[in-house]
């Protein structure tokens, strides 16, 4: 799994914010930068939620740790529409063999309340950190969304529970994105 730095992964960190645990994620300028609904930190462990239109995020994150992914936002998806929902964190407590332990619980919530996907105690990442813990990790798992014909317009809520079992913290990561009229054309992609 290639560490990466922070950058350009949302919008309120593209001035390319790295993990100053102690005190929460901060820019490169040293300026703290605050919590937001996807974008947390909790005693030294950080994480955040993202929403992507990139099919190809997966190309973009595997690449050479000196090469910066960017990731396009998505705040909006059409019928016939894909999103990938994708999980990072940085600077788990590890045991003595420098084991990390995170755990979240995964929900796509409709517009209506009800839940599309409610998974608990999913394996994040349980293993060995061979880099700095302080560096960016991708989680394990991430979801597709795929908007299909029949779903409920409005917005939807993806919501992740991340836990550093170690230092026995979590977070709640929030992202919101709205199911809009109209299905996928070629007047509407890119």
């Known amino acids: 799994m290639p560490v990466k730095i922070p950058v350009a992964l949302i919008a309120a960190l593209l001035s390319g914010a790295t993990p100053a645990f102690a005190q929460g994620w901060h ?16 005693e030294g462990f950080a994480g955040m939620l993202m929403v992507t239109p990139d099919a190809d995020w997966q190309e973009k994150w595997n690449t050479p740790r000196e090469v910066i992914p960017h990731f396009n936002e998505a705040s909006e998806v059409r019928v016939g529409g894909k999103l990938q929902i994708l999980i990072f964190f940085s600077n788990p407590q590890l045991d003595a063999g420098r084991l990390a332990d995170v755990t979240c619980d995964l929900e796509v919530i409709r517009p209506d309340g009800s839940k599309g996907v409610n998974e608990q105690d999913v394996e994040c990442y349980q293993g060995p950190i061979s880099g700095e813990a302080a560096s960016l990790y991708m989680a394990r798992p991430s979801l597709q969304f795929v908007a299909e014909v029949g779903d409920l317009p409005g917005v939807w809520t993806m919501r992740v529970t991340l836990r550093d079992n170690h230092r026995g913290v ?21």
Do not use: H
């Open 170 to 190: 979590g977070m709640i990561l929030e992202k919101k994105v709205a199911l809009v009229a109209g299905e996928i054309t070629p007047e509407t992609t890119g």
């Open 27 to 42: 820019d490169r300028q040293g300026n703290p930068i605050p919590d937001t609904s996807s974008t947390k930190s909790v």
